[in-house]
T-cell receptor, first 118, second 113 residues
């Protein structure tokens, strides 16, 4: 069956530009997570959706970052006025149920989008 | 916030060797995950455990809740085991029902034929 997919796989942009990163979770998974992984580091939590709503957005670094999941499936991570420090791999994961309902559900990860800000 | 430390950062082993990767964390947790990340980014969950020991094939994971420590062992290592192994802890925060995963930096394992 289809896993989590992310598009694009690579994105190169210039400083100051706006970017959108897309995540298609596994069908039927109600929870969706965004993480950011800088070179040589482990993933860092950004935001978690339960259905259409952001259940926890405490990991978003500042107001340039925003994410939506309008119909409870596909999610888009939006970054405004990109900075060189935003360069990283952005990972998306989904799980059958959310952390509040069932913290022990396995998260299935997508391949990531490598964002490079020049 | 939970601090997760992994050791070693890098590990090179000869094929067939027994490998141990360690993970320590600072605050009590609900569960601990071991993940495998291959070049290109794909992350796969290997284990989730909250006590004791789990075994899957040549992989064994143990956790000591009192000592806030977990180990991942690989027996009879093989070049295809070469990957980054990441420890992630699930802990609750700011009241009931709020959980978050905190990840270690990973251990890069290279198994040489």
């Amino acid at each position: 069956g289809a896993g989590v997919s992310q598009t694009p796989s690579n994105k190169v942009t210039e400083k100051g530009k706006y970017v959108e990163l897309r995540c298609d979770p596994i069908s039927g998974h109600t929870a969706l997570y965004w993480y950011r992984q800088s070179l040589g580091q482990g993933p860092e939590f950004l935001i978690y959706f339960q259905g259409t709503g952001a259940a926890d957005d405490s990991g978003l670094p500042n107001d340039r970052f925003f994410a939506v999941r309008p119909e409870g499936s596909v999610s888009t991570l939006k970054i405004q006025r990109t900075e060189r420090g935003d360069s990283a791999v952005y990972l998306c994961a989904s799980s059958l149920a959310g952390l509040a309902e069932s913290p022990y559900n396995e998260q299935f990860f997508g391949p990531g989008t490598r964002l490079t800000v020049l | 916030k939970n601090e997760v430390e992994q050791s070693p950062q890098n590990l090179t082993a000869q094929e067939g060797e027994f490998i141990t990767i360690n993970c320590s964390y600072s605050v009590g947790i609900s569960a601990l995950h071991w993940l495998q990340q291959h070049p290109g980014g794909g992350i796969v969950s290997l284990f989730m455990l909250s006590s004791g020991k789990k075994k899957h094939g040549r992989l064994i994971a143990t956790i000591n809740i009192q000592e806030k420590h977990s180990s991942l062992h690989i027996t009879a290592s093989h070049p295809r085991d070469s990957a980054v192994y990441i420890c992630a802890v699930l802990s609750s925060y700011s009241g009931a029902g709020s959980y978050q995963l905190t990840f270690g930096k990973g251990t890069k394992l290279s198994v040489i034929p």
